[in-house]
């Protein structure tokens, strides 16, 4: 996992909760995170290439669209 902080991010995959999200700017830039979620509205491939802010904090990832 990435260390805590900030990072500029897109959704490149998208498949039945499961997120893959590549960092898209800073130290980590290209960097993949795979992550378990869903956002209220929107299905897989609504998520396909949404700009995204992921932040970890003490080691767990939030992701924000947008």
Known sequence: MLPDGTYDALIVDAV???LE????SG???GEVVVLRGSFAG???VDLLAE???LTVLDGVPRLRLG
């Open 27 to 29: 130290d980590h830039k």
């Open 16 to 18: 039945d909760g499961r």
């Open 21 to 24: 999200v590549t960092i898209t």
């Open 42 to 44: 929107k299905d897989d």
């Open 51 to 53: 700009p995204a802010t």
